[in-house]
């Protein structure tokens, strides 16, 4: 059997990406397809109390103006179900207003143009109520939140952290606060709807087609067979369409009662408020250490902005219960409502910002202790899970530490600000830790053969980028022991077994898993000598137990060396290395990819990202690409990511872990620390911008 798993082969689907045959959602074309434009309040909080659309209905090509008037009935939203991205989505449901650029009215017309000229005419007059939009003034407002998405409580506790600290020979006591941020993905969010027999097809841009088949199918009351929900193409995701939102909603809604296909898409800038965002946070981190750096005491509390419209916790310190030893210990996550947008899961939800606040912290006591960092976090490696008190399933930190610390030339940094000089610039390095919670949910997945050396995978699994298609026709090639190209890989059809879609870094392993199960089961019939054609095996995964028996994380460890130019505080990155451990790794090509763009993201966070709000206004004012900033080809030299050879026995049966959200955890301490080895600056509150820095 060719070894066809963890070949780096290029991506199956990259022909048809780069050469435009690859319809994104926005692309799809349907005849007499008519064109929806969503009409959004600009207030945060109240009451529609007028919309009068006259002149937009009498423009010519206008078919339809749809509000909380004249909307159809839908299912009632539900603020607190299980699976928040299966919940229906009524739109339009009320005149009440509960965010800023909530949609308040759908305008369809025969051209897009049309559609939005008109919707610019609406004019909505509403009865404005106060609200609360301020993190820093909402304290009082906190509230336990009692679990995190995960399901794991909200605090933890072990031994006696207070006394500890109290002891502790050196302490670290600080606040560190993170911006709201927004997902900010290639493809803005679209949906094309259209019905046949009374059969709702909506193809659309999505990471989870089984939460939208389901969202979709009980918002619009339709048994589940009456909707078809298609995502083959997706220009990124990053958790901001792990929910429907109103464009597909509305499609679906207008479709029906024109009697026609009708596409709405968002603009760039509706996607700031329409969809969703990552909560700021404010978190404190308290370390007690005796004098050689081992750590007595540690704790992370957090509070993080929720929308009053729908709860989120942002699961900021849940992997601080596992990264460090130290007998006494603390954690908290609170969340406090405000009348903002919803806050939701974005890119490694949690670890992200929490490790921006805590990997920060371990080099503050660093250099309180005369420490080297890395040294620091050495002195520091638990044996077993310092919390849940299970084994880890592998744990390779302290390699991914050395290994990086060798490659990066760790022992040229000098251990105080300001030594290094290349002309007006004061240089500096950093190091940050990563660790990612890694996780398998139930999955099917179905593959057929279509003729003696030809088989199809079908799942309705997406690749929104990170190169799903390809890994799947990895395992099914090698399990097969047929060509690569032989394997046609068909995903993002709800019609197709259920997966769990791509979200959590779960998706490779926990689809890749059932799929294996399928290979395996289809082999077999074949070696029994049943014939290969049109045999067709359906196969599937769940976890088992010992996702309780052992810790499972992905690690990896960050060095960043920046430069800082004295008379403006200019801060530029100037190399950046990630060495990771992650499982057995599927492809390293797309693998890698997934890294760098992560650690290129937690470079933003640094420095770049912030999602401003009006106090005011309860809006965020960074509504494009030029405003909310993110990292540029100028800002991005050498970045380079290396993985270390893994094989996680207790993961799955590919011993693969998830790879997708490891690359930013801890990205951006690494730069943040290396801002301060340059030139001295501590820098709490982030993004680091040259004002702070000076
Ligand atoms: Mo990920 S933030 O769960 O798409």
Known sequence: MAQVIGQAIDRIDGRAKVTGAAAYAADNRAERMAFGSIVTATIACGHVTSIDANAARRMPGVLLVMTHGNAPKQAPFQAKADDRHARPKPQLASDKVEYFGQPVALVV?????TARAAASAIVVTYEKAEGAFVLESASGAAYNPGKGP???????KLGDFDKAFADASVKIDAIYKTPYQAHAMMEPHASLASWQDGKLTVTSSLQLVESA?????DTLKLEPDKVEVISEYVGGGFGGKLPVFGDAILAALAARELNRPVRVALTRQQMFHVTTHRPASIQRVRLGAERDGTLSAIAHQSLAQSARADE???????STRSLYAAPNRMTSQRIAALDLPVADSMRAPGEAIGLLAVEQAMDELAVRLDMD???LRLRNEPKEDPEKKVPFS????VPCLQEGARRFGWDKRQARPGQVRDGNWLLGMGVAAAIRGNFLREAEARVTMESERHAVVEMDMTDIGTGSYTVFAQIAAELLDLPVENIKVKLGHSSY?????SGGSFGASSCGAALHDACTKLKAKLAKGEGAQGLSVTGSVKPGDDYKRYSQYAYGAHFAEVGIEQTTGEVRLRRMLGVFAAGRILNPKTAHSQLIGGMIWGLGSALHEDAVLDPRLGAFVTQDLVHYHVPVHADVPQVEAVLLDEFDAHANVLGSKGVGELGICGAGAAVANAVYNACGARVRDYPITLDKVL
């Open 394 to 397: 592998t744990r390779a930190l």
């Open 497 to 501: 077994p259920d997966t769990p879609g």
């Open 109 to 113: 017309a025969e051209t897009a143009e």
């Open 150 to 156: 995960t399901g794991a409580p909200s605090d933890s």
């Open 373 to 375: 960092p890395l040294e």
């Open 312 to 318: 989120f916790a942002e699961p900021i310190v849940f």
């Open 213 to 217: 088949h389901k969202s979709i199918a």
